[in-house]
């Protein structure tokens, strides 16, 4: 078989194989849930104490309370990120999206999708911070 034949049969197939996942729904990270959540927490800061957990409406981020402070987590592909918060953090709000502005050059901002009531308690919560 030619070269240029087997190439595009096997691009065609990986290409096939990506789309039919994404229309099936299977590249579409999982949902946390308070267990997922802690979990994940626990994967970037393995010795710290939970108290409590608080996962947004749609499942993308979780807002957590440790011993060691307070943190967001959120969804970033099919991996998580955890960040902890120093207090100088800002949500900011433009139509259905929130924008937590971090203190953190390597994620400098994350867009979260919370309602009017979500956003409310999260900047309640970070004012604690």
Do not use: N
Not at 28 to 43: G, L, M, S, V
Not at 87 to 104: F, I, K, N, Q, Y
Not at 106 to 121: D, G, I, Y
Request: hydrophobic share 45%; glycine share 8%.
């Amino acid at each position: 078989m030619p070269l240029h034949i087997l190439l595009i049969l096997v691009v065609g197939g990986i290409a096939g194989i990506a789309l039919a996942l994404h229309m099936l729904g299977l590249s579409r990270a999982a949902p946390f849930t308070a267990d997922t959540a802690h979990d994940a927490w626990h994967r970037a800061h393995p010795d710290d104490t939970i108290d409590a957990i608080t996962v947004t409406s749609d499942g993308r981020a979780a807002r957590i309370t440790t011993d060691q402070g307070r943190g967001v987590l959120w969804q970033m592909g099919a991996d998580s990120c955890a960040r902890r918060l120093t207090g100088r953090e800002r949500l900011t709000r433009a139509g259905d999206t929130s924008t937590l502005h971090l203190d953190d050059y390597a994620a400098p901002k994350v867009r979260l999708t919370l309602t009017p009531q979500e956003h409310s308690a999260w900047q309640d919560w970070m004012a604690h911070t």
